[in-house]
């Protein structure tokens, strides 16, 4: 077996002292631009590689967050994945990703196994949290921010699109675009996202004086998805437009609607959805959707997160980013209607 290198070894190889090295594999520690060259060659040239556990538990810092997903099937979501590793890791943050589905009792051994890491906060994405749940994480000290959901718990931040907005905009849309016949189609009701999206899009049609013609749960499953939709459309007054509450979901639509259904979008019904994921754009589908801007999403995620890891006891933060109603060919454009 090869010697283990160590920090001394390494030292001796640079002509530094052994706190240059640990300087040097520190984030955010001072070091010259000259020793830290001199170190890095050294490591370099010897195999070294610092140990990260050990440091922290010296330094009392882990350098961990905690990132917990509920699925991946939504495009949204390896997207924002890959972006929220990339900015923590950015800022010298080391990421640990768990998968968490909504079943009872499943997020609370995640974030028991989470906290065991000695994380220094830990980020969910579309994951509800308990206040049993949050209380705990509060007592240890570890900060929690909600990303892609929105909770009334005490101390606990979250950052979402502002899916009530984006929702009322699309009622607008299909007002202005004369459909009479307007239904949606929704996701999970125990998602925040869900209910906002629903409630705004409901309050447009209410302004107007207008009333759901259908309502079908697709709860951002595909199967499901592809059910609610050939129900809704089993019936002679079938609708003329339809809200998808995500993407995932309009995209399965548009393809029962036109393949199984041998209805034409957006001739005989317009189809609009929300996320904005990849595929929205993709010339098979070109959706008309709301989007959420995932980079603004995950850069006021990890200042949050930031925020209340630096400065123990601040305020929780709520914010809700704009997401602009994306125009391209699966629904009827009004006239004056532009991007």
Not at 114 to 132: C, F, K, R, W
């Amino acid at each position: 077996m090869a010697e283990k290198v160590t920090a001394q070894m390494v030292a001796e190889r640079a002509g530094v002292s052994q706190s240059a090295v640990s300087r040097v594999f520190t984030p955010g520690a001072s070091v010259s631009a000259r020793t830290e060259k001199k170190v890095r060659e050294a490591a370099s040239a010897l195999g070294y590689r610092p140990n990260v556990l050990a440091r922290a538990m010296v330094s009392g810092r882990s350098r961990m967050i905690g990132l917990v997903v509920a699925y991946l099937e939504n495009q949204f979501y390896p997207e924002v994945l890959e972006k929220l590793s990339n900015a923590l890791q950015a800022e010298g943050y080391h990421i640990l990703v768990f998968m968490a589905s909504q079943e009872a009792g499943t997020l609370d051994t995640v974030v028991e196994e989470i906290l065991d890491y000695q994380v220094e906060g830990i980020v969910l994405a579309s994951v509800s949290l308990s206040s049993d749940l949050a209380s705990r994480c509060q007592a240890a000290g570890v900060p929690v921010v909600l990303f892609n959901r929105s909770q009334d718990i005490d101390g606990i931040s979250a950052v979402t699109s502002d899916n009530f907005t984006g929702a009322f905009q699309v009622g607008q849309f299909l007002l202005a675009g004369e459909h009479e016949r307007i239904a949606y189609l929704a996701g999970w009701e125990g998602a925040s996202t869900q209910r906002d999206r629903q409630r705004g899009f409901v309050a447009a049609l209410d302004v107007a004086g207008r009333r759901l013609h259908a309502w079908e749960d697709g709860r951002f499953e595909p199967s499901r998805t592809a059910d609610a939709v050939r129900i809704m459309f089993d019936r002679s007054s079938r609708p003329d437009a339809v809200f998808v509450a995500g993407d995932q979901m309009a995209l399965i639509a548009m393809d029962v609607l036109r393949h199984e259904l041998g209805l034409s979008v957006p001739g005989d019904v317009s189809v609009v959805g929300f996320d904005d994921v990849p595929a929205a754009s993709w010339l098979s589908y070109r959706l008309t959707t709301v989007r959420q801007q995932a980079d603004l999403m995950v850069a006021r995620c990890v200042s949050t997160l930031l925020r209340a890891i630096e400065t123990p006891g601040a305020a929780p933060e709520r914010h809700a980013i704009e997401a602009p109603l994306i125009l391209r060919a699966s629904a009827r454009i009004p006239q004056g209607w532009t991007q």
